[in-house]
């Protein structure tokens, strides 16, 4: 395995366990008075119920893109099991996410009643958590998949460029 791709898997994990991390420290934090809990859960209510109607409809239209994938014959299995790979990857962390987000508005609010500071720290924190997860999702399966040497990975299948049009192109 090169030192990119490991480098790569290295930052892919680092950014899940900052995740894990943040989301664990925001969930430590004070959520406010009992009308603030009660709003709170209103809202969780009604993001939970758009996430199940958004995860079911992406599920459908991602159950006929791996069907095609599957059956394409120059993409096959191997572009298909990466896709489900992805989207997986991709759902978590938009439900991570989520679930550290509404976590955090109640407590920002809370943690607004001691300062600025406290609000905006607090604020960050819990929204930097669904774009870490991205991201670092992405940087764990790409580098596994490349390193893999999958036969979907491979380039042979096309032709190659010559090596008079390679040149003219670097100069």
């Not at 090169?2 to 989301?23: Q, R």
């Not at 955090?104 to 929204?127: D, E, I, M, W, Y």
């Amino acid at each position: 395995m090169s030192n990119t791709i490991l480098f790569a898997l290295v930052c892919g994990v680092a950014g899940v366990i900052y995740g894990i991390m943040t989301a664990i420290w925001v969930n430590k934090q004070d959520a406010g008075n009992q009308k603030m809990i009660d709003i709170s859960n209103a809202v969780k209510e009604g993001a939970n119920a758009f996430l199940a109607r958004e995860y079911k409809t992406v599920a459908i239209v991602a159950a006929v893109l791996v069907l095609i994938l599957a059956f394409v014959p120059a993409l096959g299995m191997w572009a298909a099991a990466g896709f489900i790979i992805g989207t997986v990857g991709s759902a978590l962390a938009g439900f991570i996410g989520m679930w550290v987000s509404l976590r955090a508005n109640v407590r920002t609010a809370a943690a607004a009643s001691k300062g600025l500071q406290a609000a905006l720290s607090l604020a960050f924190k819990g929204g930097s958590v669904t774009g870490i997860m991205v991201v670092a999702s992405a940087s764990s399966v790409w580098p596994a998949s490349i390193s893999s040497r999958k036969p979907w990975l491979r380039l042979s299948r096309y032709p190659p460029r010559s090596s008079g049009s390679a040149s003219a192109a670097r100069s």
